[in-house]
């Protein structure tokens, strides 16, 4: 099966971002933001390929994660971030403050959420597990994985969240 072109059928059908890795280096990234692509590299080095072929993971700011290792190959996905709700004001600040992103980039990451897919968890997990059936002809359930302070030293700037084409919210507006 051809992983890729499968990944890029995908994500025309669900707006997510797929991130795919062989051999522990990133291969392709499928319908990312700059801030998602940031997200995804991060995640995935916090969070590496274990035991186990299909887990998520939920951030404090409910931001969903999924991965799935593919053992044939040396490769596995990572899947997100989508959120079970749009964000609040609260989640924002406690995401500006844990990513260092300085407050005058605070409306840009605003905009950033408010176009997150939107994805209650069980039907995220569900999400997961066709996806993982459809790569592997094998049936799991996802493992959620525990979460951990982040470890990211990046500054994220204004760039890092470049939507093109989309007007931004400001803080004081949510």
Do not use: C
Not at 63 to 85: D, K, M, T, W
Not at 141 to 161: G, Q, S, V, W
């Amino acid at each position: 099966m051809d992983i890729e072109l499968m990944l890029e059928k995908f994500v025309k059908s669900v707006p997510l971002t797929s991130a795919f890795y062989q051999e522990g280096r990133l291969k392709k990234i499928h319908n990312g933001q700059a801030l998602s692509n940031i997200l995804s590299e991060q995640i995935a080095k916090e969070y590496p390929p274990d035991g186990n072929n299909l887990r998520f993971l939920i951030t404090p700011e409910y931001l969903q994660f999924g991965f799935i290792r593919l053992e044939e190959n040396n490769s596995f996905l990572v899947l997100g971030p989508a959120s079970p709700y749009e964000p609040t004001l609260n989640q924002i600040n406690t995401f500006l403050s844990t990513y260092k992103i300085p407050r005058q980039n605070g409306a840009d990451a605003a905009g950033w959420f408010h176009h997150i897919l939107v994805m209650d968890t069980p039907r995220f997990r569900n999400l997961l597990e066709f996806l993982y059936y459809i790569l592997t002809r094998n049936s799991a359930e996802p493992i959620r994985t525990a979460y951990h302070t982040t470890k990211m030293t990046t500054d994220l700037h204004a760039e890092d969240f470049s939507i093109t084409g989309h007007s931004f919210h400001t803080l004081e507006n949510l």
